[in-house]
């Protein structure tokens, strides 16, 4: 069983979201889209470079996209040699990309399209090469254009110790923010 994003904070830390990536006072309810992501991303065509997902993206991290329930998004990836920042261990910017996208789909799955403004990650214990990273995100407030958003990183299975926390602000974009594919 997973445990619900309000238990994702460990006892004794505080979480992740600074005033900054904190929903104000009077933010609405985050509610999904019907379809969510998918309508949002078929705007982007089929598009595979992006580097955190992309089949297209060669050196890029391959993560996977899992399902999304109760509002929470999952995703894993598998930490490889070239990922490596400290010998054997994943680089943290390669884990901040990680949680980047994870965040970012759970944003994506109110239904619109959204890019990151600010990003705050929280790196909890180290990721070792080869370990299965399993990423959850949900999104805590929508204010105007900008959508809140939670996640965490757990290695030894879904429900394994905390690795990462992140939290951040995303800010709703128009189609014509992208660069125009295949066209
Ligand atoms: C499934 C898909 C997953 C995708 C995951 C990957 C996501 C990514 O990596 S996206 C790439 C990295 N991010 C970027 O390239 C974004 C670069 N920045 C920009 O393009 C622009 O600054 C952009 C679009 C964010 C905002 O510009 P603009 O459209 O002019 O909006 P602007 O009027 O300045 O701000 C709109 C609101 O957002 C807020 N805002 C803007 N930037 C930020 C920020 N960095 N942090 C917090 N809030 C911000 C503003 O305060 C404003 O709030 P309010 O409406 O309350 O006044």
């Known amino acids: 069983m997973t445990s619900s994003p309000s238990a994702a904070s460990s006892p004794g830390r505080p979480g992740p979201a600074s005033p900054r990536t904190t929903p104000p006072p009077g933010a609405a309810t985050p509610e999904l889209a019907e379809g969510g992501a998918v309508v949002a991303l078929a705007s982007l065509a089929g598009f595979e470079g992006c580097f955190g ?14 399902g999304v329930v109760d509002g929470v998004m999952t995703c894993e990836f598998t930490v490889r040699k070239e990922h490596q920042g400290a010998p054997g261990f994943c680089h943290g910017g390669v884990l901040a990309t990680a949680m980047d996208e994870a965040l970012g789909g759970a944003a994506w799955l109110l239904g619109n399209r959204y890019v990151t403004g600010r990003l705050e990650t929280d790196y909890l214990a180290p990721v070792p090469v080869g370990a299965d990273v399993h990423l959850r995100a949900w999104c805590t407030g929508v204010d105007g254009r900008k959508a809140f958003v939670e996640g965490e990183a757990r290695t030894g299975g ?23 594919q295949g066209s």
Do not use: K, M, S
């Open 53 to 66: 997902c992309g089949t297209d993206a060669e050196n890029g991290l391959r993560i996977r996209h899992g």
């Open 158 to 180: 879904p429900d394994g110790p905390v690795a990462v926390r992140a939290a951040g602000v995303f800010i709703e974009v128009p189609q014509e923010h992208f660069v125009p």
